[in-house]
């Protein structure tokens, strides 16, 4: 029996996804789980399962497609059709027969209901039955399909852990273009490592993502290549773009004396570590940011302007800017103005876990009410960051830096950390925002209150 696979629904308010490698292969034998293809949508990837067991007669998708919720992706000949295939094994022509004297034509009887036929009598059922022997033996059974591995697939045709890379190896190889099956991995037991993927984009290898090799095509100052642009990096534009075009924004910069909150930090590091806790300033900031946003609702809002209404979030989630090699991935962490800092710092090193090894999902995307970009990881001061709308600002934080500060009359050496907030200017004024503004440095600048903080 055929069994059709489909695209299961992959979460509120996405009907559709990309097709980034396909797992399997037709003649493959599957087990209920196992997973089937990788897709990405707008700001994940997730291997999609099968929901049963079978083996593949036809796949219905390709590499590189956009497929649809409810859209077929392959066909499964049934598992108990394939196992039960073999059943009907023909008699044996050296078994004794105990009907040959029965006066039926049927040349051809069954064995099995031999023994319940009312009409023979009890001599006429010999001891032949309940001796008889098994009629293919474990060793003979002509079906390997589970007995033996499949043949061996050519390079081209690997799929799935066959090739013995990691999820990140593997993403980096499709943005560059690279068919992994033509790398040779230079790591234990084959394993693909980055360097591995590089050298055979630095040699012009086998491109797999459509792109032209490099050197392939020259726009008249020098070769240039081309990549199909992915989905997430597709969405990201279009969320920029409908910010940028709808929302009146304006940014506001300024400073936070952070050198007592450095202190602290230093000195708890070791303490949190030994619980596997790394502390940096980000769960500092993250406090500060949600007491303050508790006080100032309005920047916690968001505006409609279709229905005419503001919408006060009587929560407070915060959106947590990640830079990846895929883009920019805001995860959202849940409730956090009820997070202690030891909390705060356990969940923001679980979460960079996650996206580090793009295990988080869909839903580990959603809800944020305001959102935190850390520049200061990578470098830079000031910015204007542009609003994760429908959300209504958005702090980014610089790296802060030693700078002559006047304390007392008198000019010492204190650490400065930048802050830049933009904010939807429909909603929030710029005295709101700078009052909100003032409350995080506060907060950032007498470190005692975030740790006593409920």
Do not use: C
Request: charged share 25%.
């Amino acid at each position: 029996m055929a069994i059709e696979i489909k695209l299961p629904e992959l979460g509120e308010g996405i009907d559709s996804a990309d097709v980034l490698e396909i797992l399997v292969a037709v003649g493959d034998t599957l087990k209920a789980d196992q997973g089937i293809v990788e897709l990405e949508t707008d700001k994940a990837t997730a291997i999609v399962p099968t929901t049963q067991a079978g083996k593949v007669s036809k796949i219905h998708i390709s590499d590189g497609d956009t497929i649809k919720v409810g859209q077929i992706l392959l066909t499964l000949e049934a598992s108990d059709a394939v196992s039960e295939s073999p059943a009907p094994a023909a008699p044996n022509p050296t078994a004794p027969n105990p009907t040959a004297t029965k006066p039926e034509p049927d040349p051809s009887p069954t064995p099995t209901p031999v023994a319940e036929k009312k009409p023979a009598p009890a001599a006429a059922v010999p001891q032949t039955v309940s001796p008889s022997p098994k009629t293919t033996p474990a060793y003979s059974a002509p079906d390997t399909t589970t007995a033996y591995p499949a043949p061996a697939r050519t390079d081209s045709e690997k799929r799935g852990n066959e090739i013995p890379a990691g999820p990140a190896m593997r993403r980096f190889a499709r943005e560059l273009g690279i068919d992994l099956a033509s790398v040779s991995g230079s790591g234990e037991g084959g394993r693909i490592s980055r360097e591995d993927i590089l050298t055979v984009v630095r040699s012009g290898g086998t491109r797999s993502n459509g792109a032209k090799p490099l050197g392939g095509v020259n726009d008249g100052f020098g070769p240039v290549r081309f990549e199909k642009i992915s989905r997430m990096r597709r969405t990201i534009a279009e969320q920029m773009y409908r910010s940028w075009s709808t929302v009146p924004r304006v940014t506001n910069f300024d400073d936070a004396d952070v050198t007592d909150l450095e202190h602290i930090r230093k000195t708890s590091k070791d303490d949190y570590a030994a619980r596997g806790i790394k502390l940096t300033s980000m769960p500092f900031v993250i406090k500060a940011v949600a007491m303050a946003l508790r006080n100032h609702p309005v920047v916690n809002a968001s505006i409609d302007m279709d229905a005419g209404q503001v919408i006060y979030k009587e929560y407070i989630n915060v959106g947590i800017a990640v830079d990846t090699d895929r883009g920019l991935v805001v995860s959202s962490l849940r409730n956090a103005d009820k997070l202690s800092i030891p909390e705060t710092a356990k969940q923001l090193g679980e979460m960079a876990e996650k996206i580090r090894n793009n295990q988080f999902t869909i839903e580990d995307l959603r809800g944020s009410t305001f959102t935190i970009s850390n520049l200061g990881a990578i470098g830079g001061t000031y910015s204007t960051p542009i609003i994760n709308t429908p959300e209504s600002a958005i702090l980014l934080i610089g790296r802060s830096r030693k700078l002559p500060v006047v304390v007392d009359d008198a000019i010492v050496p204190r650490l400065m950390m930048p802050l830049s907030i933009s904010y939807d200017h429909r909603l929030i004024d710029g005295g709101a925002a700078a009052r909100f503004l003032n409350d995080v440095i506060g907060y950032l600048e007498a470190p005692s209150r975030l740790l006593l903080a409920p």
